[in-house]
């Protein structure tokens, strides 16, 4: 299941959730920041929300999903090559760095919850997110480059 899937490598197939759980989070938290107190877009957006889940608590959500699907990718990378000492150096460190990075996000909120925000580690939390989406790009582009 690590190595193949469908006859194929499995790499590259599993690679493409964390990317799109890590960045979607990202990008939802924007939103909820930039939407400000009075919360026009999530109002706006009543109609499509998941439960009782506005976008900052999906951010959180994907920041879950996307962790663990990016332990997925980095042991499926690992066995594609045959282990660490095999694996292109740039591409597995971007993307270990990522899987770090954003499991830091979620221990931050994990343990803060909602009240991070107006906490003096927001400035962290939010420049993580904008590391993250970095990292990403780095390792896409890298892997692509394979």
Known sequence: MLEKLWGLPAHPVYVHFPVAFFILASLLLGVHRLDGERRRVNGFLKKIRLGCFDFESLSFLLLFLGCGTGVLAILSGLTLVG?????????????????????????????????????????????????????????????GEL
């Open 83 to 143: 282990g660490w000492d095999h694996a292109p150096f740039p591409h597995a460190a971007l993307g270990v760095g990522t899987v770090v990075c954003y499991s830091a996000l979620l221990i931050l909120r994990w343990v803060f919850g909602p009240s991070l925000y107006k906490h003096p580690l927001r400035l962290l939390y939010f420049g993580l997110h904008l590391f993250g989406i970095v990292l990403v790009t780095l390792a896409g582009f890298e892997g």
